[in-house]
């Protein structure tokens, strides 16, 4: 059921792809010179692996103009010369947890395997958020230079919080605990912040960390966390997109995004009413990617600042997501409509369109017969109802509650 | 739609780094490498400033696509599949190996070609004003044309002020009306090896006839057409012509149409008009001989439009070639106004399936008549879908224009008398030897 994940260096002669029994198809992440130019999902039903030449007919097909494209990026940067020296700047990297010691171990061991000269300091941080156990702080204390922090009350809002007012560096990058960083993470951060210290924040690609079930497979082959493989940059506005930046999703993910500190700051932080964990588990990045942009400071999404993200093990937990992403979107999008008014006429035109969309996501996988897929765009729609009505209210006044009863 | 107008900008990338500054309009930017324009982009006043990076990351996708496509060196271009898309044959030691920007300089050169061996012909019809401003736009070509043609479709005969006693412009007046048929009166008045079309709603960038020359002249080809740019962007029709339809022509790299192309298309359609557009367009003239000129029953004033698009078809199905070159360019003045556009819509849809009959009934490709029955409902029906998704009542008014057009096209299907009469010239080539002749 599941797909070999295989990583494809396009300098280097393609090898043959084997499969083992029970894999149907391939994962492939083509890299150039060490940096992610492309990622492709082939279907191998029949189980069989792929020749040498089948590899380099699809990385020809796929991946060639990517190629030549980051090397033309490279000949203009050359020629153009180097843009002025930039002062070096500290980065914190603040990873939210919750009882996932195995994981957040997994994590560390790969933040601590970076080069860190791109910045003049890098300090990591775990935020432990309402821990059930000691598990998180035993396995923070075994490793060098992360700081532990304890956050009480429940909420991923409140652990990014926490991780905010106790952070020093310029930036502050956020980790999900169920990633894994790419050897490229701070290298492509410092180079992207080096080319725009304008940028109020960063977002980057998520691959996939493995394909091994079958609901990992859909996700993926849905589209995933994925954003592409050029660099954007996002403002208020943008030419042929009426509805940004209300549909804030198309900026990236949360579980890797990075912000200028004191714009997070001056911004408030984190809305502590939105991704509170169980009853309402998302909307919170979109919503700091919206305040962000409306501040004025653009955001930029840099592909080779990736991670490696553990998706969903069942298809139970991912109809759960795809409901979590309905229900997220459309608290969000309540508080937009309840504090930037001066927005109104996209709010209420991204519901319309958001609306139409995942009905016809619905229609199509009942037309088709599929009933998985059915379940995931009937969950994301049903999550979106729930949302429209009042969810935002409740959840502000559970928010209220978790903050009062700990303080 | 409705904010002030827009501006369009041309930056030059080859003099080196590059910055754009804050605007509080929106603006069309167009890069340049050179002679070579490298690609646009619509960018709100929010998407202003551009510095470096910006710009470096915008044109290097761009910069990319020219040194593929260009690779294969001067009249070499990569060949267009069925839906005008390029076929993709980079292999990846090119793309590991390929020295971009020496490509790209080697392609940006301006042409050092004379122009004595094109005529251009100008057709028009009651707009001495425009008319005015192209003649004007030719004079100041940096090769000069052997011969300029103003054919003079209005009765009135309004514009022999402008045009009658302009040194090197011959005048025609054809007071029957029809673009085709104006168009017909041109190629007869025109006596070079090369013949160049454009409207009288046109402006020439001053390369225009040298980059045509050298086109033919490094490709062979039978046809050439080129790239069209808007000339202002003023109004919201304008704007929603350019930037939300596409325009003429919207591509930046060459493509080669040749027989290849009908062959591969036969069931689904060839979509020649995506070779390129009535407003720049070129032929060698020893290549026309035997295809009869512009078929009469199409163009504006009779049916509606197409008539290049079928002119481009009967040269590919006769074994001919067309190059889409787009460092030969035009400025054209798109419909000021939501009337005029719709207007242009309607003959557009009712030209489009009137060309669509003409050609089945010349090759019997049974993707002509299919488009009309299926694929162009479905794309009423995806367009009006899209519409109503984003809101956009602008699109579903044109779309109503479309499809008025599409049923007025229909007729055509039920005219035996239309069907059979000879829309071109007699003395072309009976159909069943082309036909032979492109299978022998």
Known sequence: MGYRLVELDLAKPPAAIGLEPGQSGVGLLARWRGRPAGFAMIPRPDGRGMSAAEVSALAEARFAHAVLTLRAAAELDALWGEPGPVAPTSLTIAVCTKDRAARLARLLASLAALDRSGFCSVEVLVVDNAPSDDATRRAVAGVAGVRYVLEPRAGLDFARNAALRAATGDYLAYLDDDVVVDGGYLRALAAAIAARPDAGGFTGLVLPFRLDTEAQVRFESRGGFGRGFRPTEFRQDRFGNRLHPVGAGILGAGCNMCFDRRLLLELGGFDEALDTGAPLPGGGDLDIFYRVLRSGRPMVYEPGYAVFHEHRETLEQLRRQYWTWGLGFMAYLAKCRRTDPELAGRQRAIVWWWGLDRLAAVARAALRGRRTELGFAWAELAGGLQGMFGEYDRSRARSRVIREGVA | ?440
């Open chain 2, 1 to 440: 739609m409705t904010e002030s107008p827009w501006e369009i900008l041309h930056l030059d990338l080859a003099g080196g780094v590059a910055e754009v500054a804050r605007r509080d309009h929106g603006l069309f930017l167009v890069l340049w490498w050179g002679a070579l324009p490298l690609g646009a982009k619509a960018l709100l006043p929010a998407e202003t400033p551009l510095g470096r990076d910006q710009l470096l990351a915008l044109a290097s996708p761009w910069v990319a696509d020219q040194a593929w496509a260009r690779a294969r060196g001067p009249g070499a271009a990569p060949r267009a599949g069925f839906d005008g898309q390029p076929h993709h044959d980079l292999s990846l030691g090119d793309a590991a190996r390929l020295p971009v920007l020496e490509r790209l300089a080697q392609a940006a050169g301006r042409s050092g070609q004379g122009a004595d061996r094109l005529a251009v012909i100008v057709c028009t019809r009651g707009r001495p004003g425009m008319l005015e401003a192209c003649l004007a736009s030719l004079a100041a070509q940096d090769a000069p044309p052997v011969q300029v043609v103003v054919v003079d479709n209005d009765p009135a005969a309004s514009a022999r002020a402008v045009a009658a006693d302009r040194p090197g412009v011959t005048y025609v007046h054809e007071p029957r009306p029809g673009l085709s048929i104006a168009r017909n009166a041109g190629l007869a008045a025109a006596h070079a090896e090369f013949v160049a079309f454009t409207d009288d709603d046109v402006e020439l960038h001053p390369a225009w006839t040298g980059e045509l020359v050298r086109a033919f002249d490094t490709s062979g080809a039978d046809a050439v057409t080129g790239l069209v740019l808007p000339a202002s962007l003023a109004t919201p029709a304008q704007r929603a012509f350019e930037l939300h339809l596409g325009g003429f022509t919207s591509r930046f790299t060459p493509l080669l149409f040749d027989p290849g192309f009908l062959e591969e298309t036969r069931e689904a359609g060839p979509q020649v008009w995506r070779i390129g557009a009535g407003a720049n367009m070129a032929f060698r003239r020893a290549s026309l001989a035997g295809l009869g000129g512009f078929d009469e029953r199409l163009g504006a004033g009779a049916a509606g439009c197409s008539e290049d698009s079928e002119f481009w078809y009967r040269i590919l199905a006769a074994g001919g070639r067309c190059l889409y070159e787009p460092r030969a360019v035009v400025f054209h003045h798109h419909r000021r106004d939501w009337r005029g556009l719709r207007r242009q819509y309607r003959a557009y849809m009712q030209g489009h399936v009137a060309a669509l009959v003409a050609q089945a009934d010349r090759y019997g490709a049974p993707g002509d008549l299919r488009r009309i029955r299926r694929q162009l409902p479905v794309y009423f029906a995806r367009t009006a879908l899209g519409a109503i998704q984003t809101l956009d009542g602008w699109r579903l008014r044109l779309l109503a224009a479309e499809v008025i057009g599409w049923t007025a096209g229909l007729q055509y299907l039920f005219r035996p008398g239309w069907r059979r009469r000879p829309g071109v010239a007699p003395g072309s080539r009976p159909v069943a030897d082309i036909g032979a002749a492109q299978h022998a």
